[in-house]
């Protein structure tokens, strides 16, 4: 079945533990994304890849990290995440930058 | 402004009604449109994805296009209470790498 996967789904942590949400897809898409989405705000788009070794910086990069060091694999790293990363995190996979973008199950974080 | 806008609603129709969402967005070049639809808690799904202006329908489902007036549409027709949910449109920039999503309108279907 063509999907993205995030991991975990839930995530209830403390400010300053590094943590790392995991995502991948097995659709053979250059692009992905992620997202955070909060009430009122939308979704945001945090960090995105055009490819492998290619990330760029979305419209809220501050205190996320990513890397592409594989095709499939997308994760999401918070060094020293703080409560105003508390948020609903989606990552979303494509063929290219243009094409429909297919959204994981999500990811809610809590950091207390 | 906004890079893409939406009214938040709710909107709400009767069953069997249309529904009739709009959106606005600032980025001339901008080259996909896509309206996906969202329940609550869940990730968003895709309902349309148009490229060229006009109309394109699949199933109960019309996207329309008007890049002069920088403005895409989204009718449902027969609606039904699963269509109840916030329905997000997101436009593609016209680098092709950043998808802006505008704030959602949330349609309510009442029987």
């Known amino acids: 079945e063509a999907q993205v996967t995030q991991n975990p789904r839930y995530l209830i942590t403390v400010t300053g533990k590094k943590l790392t949400v995991t995502c991948s897809q097995n659709m053979n898409h250059e692009y992905m994304s992620w997202y955070r989405q909060d009430p009122g705000l939308g979704l945001r788009q945090i960090y995105y890849?055009?490819?492998?070794?290619?990330?760029d910086k979305g419209d809220v990069p501050e205190g996320y990290k990513v890397s592409r060091k594989e095709k499939r694999n997308f994760p999401l790293i918070l060094e020293s995440p703080s409560p105003n990363q508390t948020s609903l995190y989606f990552c979303?996979?494509?063929?290219?930058?243009?094409?429909?973008?297919?959204f994981g199950p999500g990811t809610r974080l809590l950091v207390l | 402004q906004k890079e893409v806008e939406q009214n938040s609603g709710p909107l709400s129709v009767p069953e069997g009604a249309i529904a009739s969402l709009n959106c606005t967005y600032s980025d001339r070049g901008s080259q996909s449109f896509f309206w996906y639809r969202q329940y609550s808690g869940k990730s968003p799904e895709l309902i349309m994805s148009i490229y060229s202006n006009g109309d394109k329908e699949d199933g109960r489902f019309t996207a329309q296009l008007n890049k002069a007036s920088q403005y895409v549409s989204l009718l449902i027709r027969d609606s039904q209470p699963s269509d109840s949910a916030t329905y997000l449109c997101a436009v593609n920039g016209a680098a092709g790498n950043k998808l802006t999503f505008g704030g959602g309108t949330r349609v309510l279907v009442k029987p």
């Open positions: 890849s055009m490819n492998v070794e290619v990330t």
């Open positions: 979303a996979s494509s063929l290219s930058g243009l094409e429909t973008q297919y």
